[in-house]
């Protein structure tokens, strides 16, 4: 190993202006997962958005819930924790669902373990705040009646 | 389109770097080109940098890395695409020749990505989706991406963890010939399906390396060539480029990329030909699942069949398109700016015959580079025409 020498440190955190996003970043911590619909053409927007690049119209936005339950596109348990996400206890399933409004969103699955999820199987929608302040999306599997 | 060629290329070792910086690295491959073309930096019109910097402690790396190489005077720009960067300088050079602002072109893709820790480097990777929606909340790595992408494939067509291994293992096989991959030895099946899991099911040896290196190219109009007499010019017959969405959830399915799709058609369509034509290709394996999925949607097979041909060696050498016999992203690395333009100086050699051991057997003298930026919101294919 040859020589090395340190360099400055740059410190990047930003404070981010979701204003026109609000009911989105409220409803994750009322439970509810949102999306936005343009009234004027119809397109629904996950992740939402508050001006329809379909037809240029920011006038008929909607502010819709994305779906309270959905089926299981695809997952993953990851086991690396980028910075940032060292202070979670274990590795995390990441997934993508597809919810009863026909739309998809990514979240966490909770509450099961990687071996018993399969691509297909149906998950309840939730929202929380966890202990550091930051927002979840969470899949909890529905066990078949 | 007016013709532009090849005339020389260079590549540095890739890997990781401890002994050197980055415009030292850039440097390695520059100075290879230059004396592989036969032509010094005054006969240079433009260098296009390409670059992703996000990991480096040089906010705007394209400038140092032209001082260096003796492009001060020649380097007005600096190109990203994510992880289809290289190509992307590419495209943006071979445009600047064809339209006639340029009858000369470098390009140069460095990247140096060891010099911050793994969890630095994981969260900078991550966050190539659409930051607010994915890595805020969900803490995405770009083996997450992938995995997300194996999970359905795998479900849908039946291809499993030993296939996945055979990508590593040909990779690794090719790579242990390349003295200038990263890694340089053979491993064997139980060796990567033994690994520790990254993101699931992918394990360590499903994962290119972060890695450090650079790649250049030197293009010339049909024009120059013909009349500086440079040797064995390669042709671009075509690059074909695509995108899809930043946001996942905004994808149809989960088992190939569109933008790879639309790429690929775009591609064959301007050079006329089809993957029947195609001798010998380096397509963008920076996860083992990747690899299987650019067989299908660059045609060399049906969607979901890309673990048969796989198994069949159809895609060794010797086999009806041999891949990545320079050991792939997975195994010669993946400095994310150098990848596309490494891909050009391995197809290249390749189309010159000068790749000795590794050399495919060329029938049509027709070779194609897929190079892909991030989860697949954009793609380049090129198609290389031997001299």
């Known amino acids: ?145 | 389109m007016p013709k532009v060629a090849v005339v020389g290329v260079g590549n540095s070792r890739f890997g990781r770097r401890d002994d050197a910086i980055l415009q030292e690295i850039a440097f390695e491959a520059v100075r290879e080109a230059l004396q592989d073309a036969d032509l010094s930096q005054k006969e240079i019109d433009l260098s296009v940098v390409g670059t992703v910097g996000s990991r480096s402690y040089e906010a705007l790396p394209a400038g140092p890395i032209n001082d260096y190489c003796g492009f001060s005077d020649k380097g007005p720009i600096r190109v990203e695409a994510a992880c289809a960067t290289g190509s992307a300088a590419l495209f943006t050079a071979h445009n600047s020749i064809a339209c006639g602002a340029a009858d000369t072109a470098i390009v140069i893709g460095a990247e140096k990505m060891t010099e911050v820790d793994i969890p630095t480097t994981t969260a900078v990777g991550g966050r190539g989706g659409s930051y607010l929606w994915e890595f805020h909340m969900l803490g995405t790595s770009f083996a997450a991406y992938y995995a997300l992408y194996a999970t359905r494939h795998m479900s849908k067509f039946g291809t499993t963890p030993e296939d996945l291994a055979r990508v590593s293992v040909k990779g690794h096989k090719y790579a242990a010939m390349n003295p200038k991959a990263c890694f340089q030895k053979e491993i064997k099946m139980e060796d990567a399906l033994n690994s520790k899991v990254i993101a699931s099911p992918l394990k360590l040896y499903d994962c290119c390396p972060v890695s450090d290196g650079a790649a250049a190219v030197v293009l010339a109009s049909e024009d120059k060539v013909r009349k500086a007499g440079l040797k064995d010019p390669v042709w671009i017959d075509a690059i074909g480029y695509g995108a899809d969405t930043s946001n996942l959830t905004r994808r149809s399915d989960y088992v190939g990329l569109n933008a790879s799709v639309n790429a690929a058609k775009m591609a064959y369509d301007t050079a006329k030909v089809g993957p029947e034509k195609v001798d010998v290709a380096t397509v963008h394996d920076c996860f083992t699942i990747a690899e299987i999925m650019a067989y299908e949607d660059l045609g060399f097979c049906p969607k979901g069949k890309g673990k048969d041909i796989l198994r069949d060696g159809e895609t060794e050498i010797g086999g009806r398109i041999p891949v990545n016999l320079d050991g792939g992203l997975k195994a010669k690395g993946h400095p994310l700016g150098a990848t596309g333009v490494s891909m050009v100086y391995e197809l290249t050699k390749q189309l010159r015959g000068e790749s000795g051991k590794r050399q495919a057997r060329l029938r049509n003298n027709i070779a194609l580079a897929h190079n892909v930026g991030g989860h697949g919101f954009s793609a380049y294919v090129t198609i290389l025409r031997g001299p």
């Open chain 1, 1 to 145: 190993m040859g020589l090395k020498i340190k360099s400055r440190t740059l410190n990047l955190s930003h404070d981010i202006p979701v204003e026109r996003l609000k009911p989105y970043w409220e409803g994750l911590s009322k439970g509810v997962l949102m999306a936005t619909r343009c009234e004027t053409c119809g397109v629904a927007f996950y992740p939402p958005q508050v001006d329809c690049s379909q037809c240029l119209s920011s006038d008929n936005i909607k502010w819709v819930e994305a779906g309270e339950t959905g089926t299981l596109v695809t997952f993953t348990e990851s086991h690396l924790k980028p910075q940032g996400f060292e202070q979670y206890a274990g590795n995390y399933i990441i997934a993508v669902v597809e919810t009863n409004k026909g739309l998809k969103v990514a979240g966490w699955v909770i509450d099961a373990a990687i071996e018993q999820l399969q691509v297909g199987d149906r998950v309840g929608i939730s929202t929380a705040i966890l202990s550091d302040g930051f927002p979840s999306i969470r899949f909890t599997p529905i066990k078949p009646e």
